[in-house]
């Protein structure tokens, strides 16, 4: 590329050097040589009146420049001249200096300020920039002085065909139908030259193919990619990779030139049917398989994708049409051959199927090149199996009479092996289908029956299960749903329906007959809303004088007061017992007792009020105040449990006494003996020592649970003559009275107070 580049600059530059030796000669004697055209441009100044009346008067006056062009790419040795300015005022005297400025003006374009030589002192590129705007000027040398109005003008980049044509977009990627016309069009490519395409051949491209004949083909011009070949498949090749070349200067000898690939990928029609590997598939299914189970698979190939693939299957015909069907594995696109009815081996041992296998989508295009379906063939042998026996029915229903004896019949269940061996079958319920074992069957014969009695308002059905299995088989089962229903009988007597008292005034009006209350029955027997219940007064109390009783014989009674009135103070409850009669087979009966209590009524039979208020109520107190007076009595034990939780803490007693506080008292009591449990409680040395009382003696009787810590002793009591001399009385009258007599007592405050804490430890030991 670099050296059809360089042969480009080369001719430019010698056509432009031999232009500026042509331009020269023609133009001699008006300035120095420059390269380029010259071409001469006047400027006229005319007159004009000034402000304070004076005419002024402007000389002619003129800028001379060539047209002026710079070569890009240009590496000479020698800075480019680009071209010359020259005013009309200039006389070469060296008086007037030219000024440039502008776009480059100093780093790319420099002037001569003498001569007006413009020279470009850099490589440029037109690609970069196309042109540049500058502004010329000429002052006097000497005062800076404009001498003319400052004049603009473009150098322009000349183009030269160093740019290779690019594919901006590639790699491309195009998808075309497989099968598809010559000439179809699978995509457009375009290239990019940045060369100035209004200036000669540099920028004019032709697309050709490289690579990808001959199944496609380019458009010189315009670069799209048209199919070459005809019925091209895609399940022979599937993708194409084609090159495309971009040349410039037409597609001429020295042109640049870019290269594209394209990815050309055959999308898939349905032009393919589907086809069975196999002419005639055989398979086997057991007798005992059921119905839904798979029996097998086959599968027609497509070699389509997508929806051009799908295959449909059906039977076409065969005398196993009724016992098998097909459906489709949508994942595998298989057709499973299922059981839609049980097959017998003892009845027919093998089943054809005539299967079909085609497209439901089918491309109009390619519908003459059909048809796009296969057959083939299904065999199916059925296996002989070891099948289990089988009921006579789906399942049983039996009645049974509730409170039947023990061993009443309920009914019976058959099953039979339907083997060609016909083996005998042996039957038994399952015990957690009949948990607490009301029924037995028997094994040979399949009759079940009760093993005791039944309760059908306890239990009204009994559903259970029973088994079959052959004697000797390969203890395969059968079972059936067992359903036995309890059939009532009128062992329930009746009773009140609901349980309320009836309140009466005790005011009631003398003479007058007065409904009180309408009673009703019921009877937890299955055929209570179908029998009638009649009522009457309980033979003892047939002729009592307070109330009366009137069957309304539609289940009811009525109840009415027959008294004058009745007295609260006397009897303010009676007990109205009624007998209840059913009409069931056997008849029963039952005595109800109706309670009818007695109210304080007004004049006008209002009931203001009866013996049956709370204690509560007749107090006066509400449930606030029961709240109020239960956390009083919660505090105050709370207050006596820590008052004592502390006197133990500081080891005093709870009873505190003080010698100066002994008293004598006189105290009457009677004492019988406990015989040997009284004696081996309490040592009889304490009475006859009252030294010895000091000290702590444990019962001997009894032994604590939790062994408490000992407490300490107590204080020491003083001896007393008294106490002795009455010691000594009391045993020698004890010696000689050996019955109950009555004793009095005068001890000391001293003895009492010993006393009492002999039975304080005791207590502590119980």
Same mark, same amino acid.
């Not at 870019?258 to 029609?269: A, E, M, P, R």
């Not at 009128?490 to 409904?515: I, R």
């Given at each position: ?25 023609? /133009? ?28 002024? /008067? ?78 010329? $000027? ?40 497989? &099968? ?57 090749? $599937? ?5 495309? $070349?971009?040349?410039? &200067? ?77 459906? @489709? ?8 051959? @299922? ?172 003479? @007058? ?15 209570? /809303?179908?029998?009638?219940? /009649? ?174 810590? &000992? ?43 010993? $006393? ?11």
């Amino acid at each position: 590329m670099w050296e059809e580049l360089r042969l480009q600059v080369f001719f430019l530059c010698l056509g432009a050097a031999l232009w500026s030796a042509a331009a020269a000669a023609t /133009h001699r004697g008006s300035g120095p040589r420059e390269r380029g055209h010259r071409r001469h441009l006047s400027l006229h100044r005319h007159r004009e009146r000034g402000k304070e009346g004076q005419v002024l /008067h402007r000389s002619k006056r003129g800028w001379v420049w060539n047209q002026f062009f710079v070569i890009e790419e240009y590496t000479g040795p020698d800075p480019v001249l680009v071209g010359r300015l020259h005013s009309d005022v200039d006389s070469g005297d060296g008086n007037i200096k030219y000024i440039l400025s502008g776009e480059g003006a100093g780093t790319i374009f420099v002037i001569d300020d003498k001569t007006g030589n413009i020279h470009a002192t850099k490589t440029l590129d037109r690609e970069e920039q196309a042109q540049y705007t500058l502004t010329a $000027q000429a002052v006097a040398r000497d005062t800076n002085k404009p001498l003319e109005p400052p004049s603009e003008f473009i150098v322009k980049v000349q183009d030269i065909n160093d740019n290779p044509p690019e594919f901006l977009h590639g790699p491309y990627y195009a998808r075309v139908a497989e &099968m598809s016309n010559v000439g179809t069009s699978v995509i457009k490519v375009t290239a990019t030259d940045a060369d100035d395409p209004t200036y000669g051949n540099s920028a004019r491209l032709v697309y050709s193919i490289l690579q990808g004949q001959p199944y496609f083909s380019v458009e010189p011009q315009t670069g799209i990619i048209r199919t070459a070949l005809p019925n091209m498949d895609r399940e022979a090749r $599937q993708e194409y990779d084609v090159v495309i $070349q971009a040349k410039d &200067m037409g597609g001429h000898m020295g042109g640049l030139s870019g290269t594209t690939q394209v990815k050309i990928t055959l999308t898939d029609v349905n032009d393919n049917p589907p086809k069975f590997a196999q002419g005639v598939y055989a398979m086997a299914v057991s007798e005992d398989k059921v119905p839904g189970e798979e029996v097998g698979r086959l599968k027609a190939r497509d070699p389509d994708l997508a929806e051009n693939g799908l295959v449909d299957y059906r039977i076409l015909e065969g005398d196993g049409m009724n016992f098998f069907e097909i459906t @489709k594995d949508s994942e595998t696109q298989e057709a499973v051959v @299922k059981l839609k009815k049980p097959v017998d081996f003892e009845t027919k041992r093998s089943y054809t199927l005539k299967v079909e296998a085609s497209n439901p989508h089918v491309d109009p295009r390619f519908a003459t090149w059909g048809p796009y379906k296969d057959t083939t063939i299904v065999k199916i042998s059925v296996e002989d199996a070891d099948e289990p026996p089988t009921f006579m029915a789906p399942s049983y229903n039996f009645e049974v009479e509730e409170n039947a004896p023990a061993g009443t019949l309920v009914g019976r269940v058959h099953a039979k092996d339907t083997d060609i061996m016909n083996n005998p079958v042996r039957y038994m319920i399952p015990r957690y289908t009949d948990l607490e074992e009301f029924f037995t069957i028997n094994t040979e014969d399949g009759i079940i029956k009760t093993t005791r009695p039944l309760d059908r308002e306890a239990q009204s059905w009994h559903n259970i299960s029973v088994s079959a299995a052959e004697i000797g088989g390969h203890h395969q089962d059968a079972k059936v749903r067992v359903n036995i229903k309890v059939k009532d009988v009128n062992d329930n007597a009746p009773e009140f329906a609901t349980q309320n008292e009836v309140l009466v005034c005790e005011n009631v009006s003398p003479g @007058k007959v007065n409904l009180i209350e309408t009673v009703s029955a019921t009877d937890k027997d299955e055929m209570a /809303h179908r029998q009638h219940f /009649h009522f009457r007064l309980a033979p003892e109390v047939a002729n009592n004088h307070s109330f009366s009783l009137k069957d309304n014989r539609d289940s009811t009674a009525s109840i009415f007061v027959i008294r004058k009135g009745f007295s609260r103070l006397s009897q303010d409850v009676y007990h109205l017992p009624i007998e209840i009669n059913d009409n069931g087979v056997p008849p029963l009966s039952s005595t109800n007792t109706l309670i009818i209590r007695v109210c304080s009524c007004d004049s006008k039979d209002t009931i203001l009020s009866c013996n049956v208020e709370p204690f509560i109520l007749s107090a006066g107190l509400s449930t606030g105040a029961l709240i109020a007076i239960l956390a009083c009595i919660v505090i105050l034990l709370a207050i006596v449990v820590l008052f004592v939780a502390l006197r133990r803490q500081k080891k005093e007693p709870l009873i505190v006494f003080e010698e100066e506080d002994i008293r004598e008292n006189i105290i009457t009591y009677d004492d019988e003996g406990g015989g040997e449990e009284d004696t081996e409680a309490f040592d009889i040395a304490t009475l006859q020592n009252p030294d010895g009382a000091n000290g702590f003696l444990p019962r001997k009787d009894i032994k604590p649970e939790l062994q408490y810590p &000992m407490r300490p002793g107590l204080r020491p009591i003083g001896n007393s003559v008294d106490v002795d001399d009455f010691i000594k009385t009391r045993i020698s009258d004890n010696k000689r009275k050996k019955s109950k007599e009555k004793k009095t007592l005068q001890p000391s405050s001293i003895y009492e107070q010993s $006393q009492r804490k002999t039975c304080e430890l005791k207590n502590r030991l119980n």
